[in-house]
């Protein structure tokens, strides 16, 4: 039997030790490599009693050694398990995988530890035991998905009764806990720990975090002394999670996330039983409904946490669905499923958990149809993904092949993930995107080549997005729950005021008057009588678009004022009528994105490239960019037509991609790439008109070489709609030049230099059109003490000899976006490697950097997490962590260089000169605050305060963001701020302290 079929889900036999029921052997790349580390275990085997039956079970049966060697070369976290304990090793393949997790279970229920430290080793020591058992059954196919998740859901369990048995008794014996039974202290401790999500099912994957909601009763709690429940149970709760999650030379236990409770930025880790049930009577909102689902007492007082859940069965299970939770369930639906960010499906780099078809597709296809049908049907009420596709098989919600397909899916993607994080034990559902690494997943998934994983893989993606599809088949018509919507007659009529008001609409009789007035025929667009029996089947969508902005009043004018520019409205109408989502995207720009909104009420053609089907796919290469705009160009007349045709083109391509942001058919991470492939495209397009214009009064330096080199967010192709262009102009002119040749010859420094101030005016000049971009010149050597245009001599010299640790750090963001030859472009590159990659003294470099953070915070230090570049631990402290480590490191390692930041944080990653989790935690930051960073700078102008901010941008802000609510947006923002100033002094250094505005 293959891999493959363990993977769907065929039978395992559950009798036999682990090596006689091996059913998948891993391919293994380099043989050689990972027979030296099994060599290891064979000589460390020989010295050892306890592992002697090893060398006799690798040199008899062939099969084992095979599978070793896959498991080895394939997964270095394994390996590393494997060989630094080979009597553990022939203990889990000479047990059954059943016998040897119910072993660990049961030594873990009874540890008991004298020292914080003994439980921290104790329970690291028998994680290690069961990944490498689990690891290795998993992989040969010993055993089901069921039993993999199941060992170490329960695991964790009895890990977390371990640490609170420990955490009460010490309690206890400072006199301040009377528990009722001194072996078992959390029995009637009235301390409740629930576990959320995949835990609570126990579906825990390989390297997964667990969720916790820690409740206690203050009632039953037997407190001793003065010592007060509140204040000891949220003590006893960071020590928990530090006995958990702290790594250690061994390890650590499962990373613990407290952020599911109610209400998190504002209450205690702990929280009392009756604020809690208070709160979700009150407060509670449907994403804690679904969350709630799968919600389990797993250690302490597990009669008080079940008493617990039975009081919320009323706010989970309701028995008559009412209407805003129907539509909270849909939005929810709507937006995933009309989410364009995910792309195709895809193999390499897709997530299995989030990406298209992937695992939380299985889980929402069962959870929402439980939170429709569990209230009147408590058999829908279940924790685990599988058995819930099975009772609503039995239910008649969903048919015999939807169960089936979906099963096979989930179990296969279950398996997938569990090998993406047995690389590394990463908590990652991200496949590789490297040829390599999708080899090792699909020879640890048992395949025999990658052609065959990406096949089976593909398929099930297709066949959970299929189901997941059907789900959306028959979304309500919204035009039958407004109510009376007639705009005919001198009067108002009162029913359709009525309908305005409950919409939404403050000033209803003033929304009425404006929708009348388009069907006066006032402007172009709603002249002809065709034009307005468009608009009137489009009322009803129309105005619940409008409304279901943050302010529907604004909204409404803003389409008004929108249609007095539009020249025609027939087909616009007809299309919005037939497009919905095109007619709610409007809406949203209307009331979401100012910004947005004042470019399509100038340039209403640029909706016009919105109906384009292209809209919706991949954003323009620079290609095509390019053709674009040399289409464009190539119709102007003169120089100056051209600078307007150059400022509409870039004006729209940023309108579209603020539309892509705004529709989701660009993710926020992607923005800044696209507004900087805008960018230099417009620039290197540009150079040659203005050289040309130049030209004609001044002549050309001919045999003169010129290029631009982008610093900053251009450079790095981290722009935002705001961004300046920092640009530096770098000039070769030949050999004995002295002059141009034309009408009014210029000397070479001043003609290059009148040459980049015309450059400076092309792109940021206000023409008829508007302007372009602000232009930065300012990091030129010297600043602007220096010449407007640079010698690439000079520029050479002085990077080698003058300039200042912080202009090496920015050179580490140049690029060549426009240069009149290849070869004048190769010799800068040259240039810029050789600068960068020479030798510098880390210490010096580390104080430099911190002294130049000091200075940025002194001049521009902030406390609000808003201001997510300045802020202590934003993204100035990523980008200097950066740039720090990569002019450290330079000479050791020249392709360690990368002017996108988060390439240079792979590309540290990889080098092993940043660690794993401070990758993972800069990573993420940096994508966060990129993702945030973009939304605010495409649809506001002026400055973010969250409590002024329309609805609309903050709901933008909590789906860039991934969190389920503002609240929760902000906390985990300044988690990840302190989070990422703490890696900066790790990494570069403490930065001197400042008073922060």
């Given at each position: 039997?293959?891999?493959?079929?363990?993977?769907?889900?065929?039978?395992?036999?559950?009798?036999?030790?682990?090596?006689?029921?091996?059913?998948?052997?891993?391919?293994?790349?380099?043989?050689?490599?990972?027979?030296?580390?099994?060599?290891?275990?064979?000589?460390?085997?020989?010295?050892?009693?306890?592992?002697?039956?090893?060398?006799?079970?690798?040199?008899?049966?062939?099969?084992?050694?095979?599978?070793?060697?896959?498991?080895?070369?394939?997964?270095?976290?394994?390996?590393?398990?494997?060989?630094?304990?080979?009597?553990?090793?022939?203990?889990?393949?000479?047990?059954?995988?059943?016998?040897?997790?119910?072993?660990?279970?049961?030594?873990?229920?009874?540890?008991?530890?004298?020292?914080?430290?003994?439980?921290?080793?104790?329970?690291?020591?028998?994680?290690?035991?069961?990944?490498?058992?689990?690891?290795?059954?998993?992989?040969?196919?010993?055993?089901?998905?069921?039993?993999?998740?199941?060992?170490?859901?329960?695991?964790?369990?009895?890990?977390?009764?371990?640490?609170?048995?420990?955490?009460?008794t010490d309690l206890s014996n400072k006199g301040k806990f009377a528990p009722v039974d001194p072996d078992n202290p959390g029995k009637d401790s009235g301390l409740v720990v629930l576990a959320m999500g995949k835990h609570g099912a126990l579906e825990l994957n390989y390297s997964s975090d667990i969720d916790l909601i820690i409740l206690y009763d203050p009632q039953k709690a037997p407190m001793a002394g003065s010592a007060e429940a509140p204040v000891e149970f949220v003590r006893l709760t960071r020590r928990l999670v530090k006995i958990m999650q702290d790594?250690?030379?061994?390890?650590?236990?499962?990373?613990?996330?407290?952020?599911?409770?109610?209400?998190?930025?504002?209450?205690?880790?702990?929280?009392?039983?009756?604020?809690?049930?208070?709160?979700?009577?009150?407060?509670?909102?449907?994403?804690?409904?679904?969350?709630?689902?799968?919600?389990?007492?797993?250690?302490?007082?597990?009669?008080?946490?079940?008493?617990?859940?039975?009081?919320?069965?009323?706010?989970?299970w309701r028995k008559y669905l009412d209407f805003a939770a129907i539509a909270d369930v849909q939005s929810i639906k709507r937006q995933i499923h009309l989410h364009k960010g995910h792309g195709a499906i895809a193999v390499a780099g897709h997530n299995v958990k989030l990406g298209r078809g992937g695992i939380r597709e299985v889980e929402f296809f069962v959870q929402t149809q439980q939170l429709i049908a569990g209230g009147r049907n408590p058999d829908l009420r279940g924790r685990r993904t599988l058995d819930m596709l099975a009772k609503l098989t039995e239910?008649?919600?969903?048919?015999?092949?939807?169960?089936?397909?979906?099963?096979?899916?989930?179990?296969?993607?279950?398996?997938?993930?569990?090998?993406?994080?047995?690389?590394?034990?990463?908590?990652?559902?991200?496949?590789?995107?490297?040829?390599?690494?999708?080899?090792?997943?699909?020879?640890?998934?048992?395949?025999?080549?990658?052609?065959?994983?990406?096949?089976?893989?593909?398929?099930?993606?297709?066949?959970?997005?299929?189901?997941?599809?059907?789900?959306?088949?028959?979304?309500?018509?919204?035009?039958?729950?407004?109510?009376?919507?007639?705009?005919?007659?001198?009067?108002?009529?009162?029913?359709?005021?009525?309908?305005?008001?409950?919409?939404?609409?403050?000033?209803?009789?003033?929304?009425?008057?404006?929708?009348?007035?388009?069907?006066?025929?006032?402007?172009?667009?709603?002249?002809?009588?065709?034009?307005?029996?468009?608009?009137?089947?489009?009322?009803?969508?129309?105005?619940?678009?409008?409304?279901?902005?943050?302010?529907?009043?604004?909204?409404?004018?803003?389409?008004?004022?929108?249609?007095?520019?539009?020249?025609?409205?027939?087909?616009?109408?007809?299309?919005?009528?037939?497009?919905?989502?095109?007619?709610?995207?409007?809406?949203?720009?209307?009331?979401?994105?100012?910004?947005?909104?004042?470019?399509?009420?100038?340039?209403?053609?640029?909706?016009?490239?919105?109906?384009?089907?292209?809209?919706?796919?991949?954003?323009?290469?620079?290609?095509?960019?390019?053709?674009?705009?040399?289409?464009?160009?190539?119709?102007?007349?003169?120089?100056?037509?051209?600078?307007?045709?150059?400022?509409?083109?870039?004006?729209?391509?940023?309108?579209?991609?603020?539309?892509?942001?705004?529709?989701?058919?660009?993710?926020?991470?992607?923005?800044?790439?696209?507004?900087?492939?805008?960018?230099?495209?417009?620039?290197?397009?540009?150079?040659?008109?203005?050289?040309?214009?130049?030209?004609?009064?001044?002549?050309?330096?001919?045999?003169?070489?010129?290029?631009?080199?982008?610093?900053?967010?251009?450079?790095?192709?981290?722009?935002?709609?705001?961004?300046?262009?920092?640009?530096?102009?770098?000039?070769?002119?030949?050999?004995?030049?002295?002059?141009?040749?034309?009408?009014?010859?210029?000397?070479?420094?001043?003609?290059?230099?009148?040459?980049?101030?015309?450059?400076?005016?092309?792109?940021?000049?206000?023409?008829?059109?508007?302007?372009?971009?602000?232009?930065?010149?300012?990091?030129?050597?010297?600043?602007?003490?220096?010449?407007?245009?640079?010698?690439?001599?000079?520029?050479?010299?002085?990077?080698?000899?003058?300039?200042?640790?912080?202009?090496?750090?920015?050179?580490?963001?140049?690029?060549?976006?426009?240069?009149?030859?290849?070869?004048?472009?190769?010799?800068?590159?040259?240039?810029?490697?050789?600068?960068?990659?020479?030798?510098?003294?880390?210490?010096?470099?580390?104080?430099?950097?911190?002294?130049?953070?000091?200075?940025?915070?002194?001049?521009?230090?902030?406390?609000?997490?808003?201001?997510?570049?300045?802020?202590?631990?934003?993204?100035?402290?990523?980008?200097?962590?950066?740039?720090?480590?990569?002019?450290?490191?330079?000479?050791?390692?020249?392709?360690?260089?990368?002017?996108?930041?988060?390439?240079?944080?792979?590309?540290?990653?990889?080098?092993?000169?940043?660690?794993?989790?401070?990758?993972?935690?800069?990573?993420?930051?940096?994508?966060?605050?990129?993702?945030?960073?973009?939304?605010?700078?495409?649809?506001?102008?002026?400055?973010?305060?969250?409590?002024?901010?329309?609805?609309?941008?903050?709901?933008?802000?909590?789906?860039?963001?991934?969190?389920?609510?503002?609240?929760?947006?902000?906390?985990?923002?300044?988690?990840?701020?302190?989070?990422?100033?703490?890696?900066?002094?790790?990494?570069?250094?403490?930065?001197?302290?400042?008073?922060?505005?």
């Amino acid at each position: 039997m293959t891999g493959q079929a363990a993977a769907a889900g065929t039978k395992h036999s559950d009798v036999g030790s682990l090596f006689e029921r091996l059913v998948t052997v891993p391919r293994c790349k380099d043989r050689d490599h990972a027979q030296l580390f099994l060599d290891d275990v064979v000589k460390l085997a020989s010295e050892d009693r306890e592992a002697a039956g090893l060398v006799d079970l690798l040199g008899g049966k062939s099969n084992v050694s095979d599978f070793l060697l896959g498991v080895i070369g394939n997964s270095p976290y394994l390996r590393e398990l494997a060989v630094s304990d080979v009597g553990r090793l022939n203990a889990i393949l000479t047990s059954s995988p059943e016998t040897r997790i119910e072993e660990i279970l049961e030594r873990t229920k009874a540890l008991r530890a004298e020292t914080e430290a003994d439980i921290m080793r104790d329970l690291r020591l028998l994680k290690q035991d069961l990944a490498l058992t689990l690891g290795l059954a998993d992989i040969g196919g010993a055993i089901h998905l069921d039993g993999v998740t199941a060992g170490l859901s329960l695991f964790a369990d009895a890990s977390l009764d371990a640490a609170i048995r420990f955490c009460l008794t010490d309690l206890s014996n400072k006199g301040k806990f009377a528990p009722v039974d001194p072996d078992n202290p959390g029995k009637d401790s009235g301390l409740v720990v629930l576990a959320m999500g995949k835990h609570g099912a126990l579906e825990l994957n390989y390297s997964s975090d667990i969720d916790l909601i820690i409740l206690y009763d203050p009632q039953k709690a037997p407190m001793a002394g003065s010592a007060e429940a509140p204040v000891e149970f949220v003590r006893l709760t960071r020590r928990l999670v530090k006995i958990m999650q702290d790594r250690t030379a061994d390890g650590y236990v499962f990373r613990t996330d407290l952020r599911l409770r109610p209400d998190p930025g504002a209450t205690p880790l702990a929280m009392s039983v009756p604020a809690a049930l208070s709160y979700y009577e009150a407060l509670g909102q449907n994403w804690e409904r679904a969350a709630l689902i799968k919600a389990r007492p797993c250690a302490a007082d597990l009669e008080a946490g079940a008493d617990f859940l039975r009081e919320i069965v009323p706010f989970v299970w309701r028995k008559y669905l009412d209407f805003a939770a129907i539509a909270d369930v849909q939005s929810i639906k709507r937006q995933i499923h009309l989410h364009k960010g995910h792309g195709a499906i895809a193999v390499a780099g897709h997530n299995v958990k989030l990406g298209r078809g992937g695992i939380r597709e299985v889980e929402f296809f069962v959870q929402t149809q439980q939170l429709i049908a569990g209230g009147r049907n408590p058999d829908l009420r279940g924790r685990r993904t599988l058995d819930m596709l099975a009772k609503l098989t039995e239910a008649n919600w969903i048919k015999d092949d939807a169960r089936d397909e979906l099963t096979e899916a989930y179990i296969f993607l279950r398996a997938v993930e569990h090998r993406i994080q047995m690389l590394n034990d990463e908590q990652t559902q991200l496949l590789p995107k490297e040829g390599e690494g999708l080899n090792r997943i699909a020879w640890l998934m048992g395949f025999d080549t990658l052609e065959g994983f990406e096949a089976a893989f593909l398929k099930q993606l297709q066949t959970v997005q299929g189901h997941y599809a059907d789900l959306f088949e028959d979304e309500p018509a919204l035009s039958s729950e407004l109510g009376n919507l007639v705009f005919t007659g001198d009067d108002h009529d009162p029913d359709t005021l009525e309908t305005l008001s409950r919409l939404g609409f403050k000033q209803p009789a003033d929304a009425a008057s404006i929708v009348k007035s388009w069907h006066f025929g006032r402007y172009p667009a709603v002249r002809s009588t065709k034009a307005r029996e468009r608009l009137t089947e489009l009322h009803p969508v129309l105005i619940k678009a409008l409304a279901d902005t943050d302010n529907a009043d604004v909204a409404l004018r803003a389409f008004d004022n929108f249609l007095t520019k539009l020249p025609a409205g027939v087909q616009l109408f007809a299309l919005l009528r037939s497009n919905p989502q095109l007619l709610h995207l409007l809406a949203t720009v209307m009331g979401a994105a100012p910004r947005l909104a004042e470019t399509v009420s100038r340039r209403v053609h640029v909706l016009d490239s919105v109906l384009d089907p292209a809209f919706f796919g991949a954003m323009p290469s620079v290609d095509e960019f390019r053709v674009g705009l040399d289409r464009t160009l190539a119709q102007a007349r003169f120089y100056e037509e051209a600078l307007d045709r150059a400022r509409i083109f870039a004006q729209e391509q940023q309108f579209l991609i603020g539309l892509r942001l705004l529709s989701d058919t660009l993710s926020a991470d992607k923005v800044g790439f696209a507004m900087a492939r805008l960018a230099e495209v417009v620039v290197d397009r540009l150079l040659p008109r203005v050289i040309d214009h130049v030209a004609e009064t001044h002549g050309r330096i001919e045999g003169g070489e010129i290029a631009v080199l982008a610093m900053g967010k251009l450079g790095g192709r981290e722009m935002t709609a705001s961004s300046d262009l920092d640009l530096i102009l770098l000039y070769e002119p030949p050999e004995g030049a002295t002059q141009s040749d034309g009408q009014r010859p210029m000397a070479v420094s001043q003609y290059y230099t009148r040459l980049t101030q015309r450059l400076v005016t092309a792109l940021s000049a206000p023409t008829a059109e508007g302007s372009l971009y602000e232009v930065d010149f300012r990091l030129r050597p010297s600043g602007n003490a220096g010449p407007l245009a640079t010698h690439l001599n000079g520029f050479v010299a002085y990077q080698k000899s003058e300039a200042w640790t912080w202009e090496h750090m920015a050179l580490t963001r140049a690029r060549v976006i426009a240069s009149t030859s290849d070869a004048f472009k190769a010799k800068i590159n040259a240039h810029l490697s050789e600068t960068l990659a020479q030798t510098r003294e880390r210490t010096k470099l580390a104080d430099d950097v911190r002294t130049m953070r000091a200075r940025i915070e002194k001049e521009k230090g902030t406390k609000d997490i808003w201001e997510l570049k300045q802020v202590a631990g934003g993204l100035v402290d990523i980008e200097f962590i950066a740039q720090f480590l990569q002019l450290a490191h330079a000479t050791d390692d020249a392709d360690i260089f990368a002017q996108g930041t988060e390439q240079a944080l792979s590309k540290l990653r990889v080098a092993n000169v940043l660690a794993p989790d401070d990758a993972d935690l800069l990573n993420n930051a940096l994508l966060l605050y990129q993702r945030l960073t973009q939304v605010l700078r495409m649809v506001l102008s002026g400055k973010f305060v969250a409590g002024e901010a329309p609805r609309g941008v903050l709901d933008l802000l909590i789906k860039a963001g991934g969190a389920p609510d503002f609240q929760r947006l902000e906390l985990d923002l300044a988690e990840t701020q302190t989070s990422v100033r703490a890696a900066f002094e790790r990494i570069v250094g403490e930065v001197a302290v400042v008073e922060a505005k």
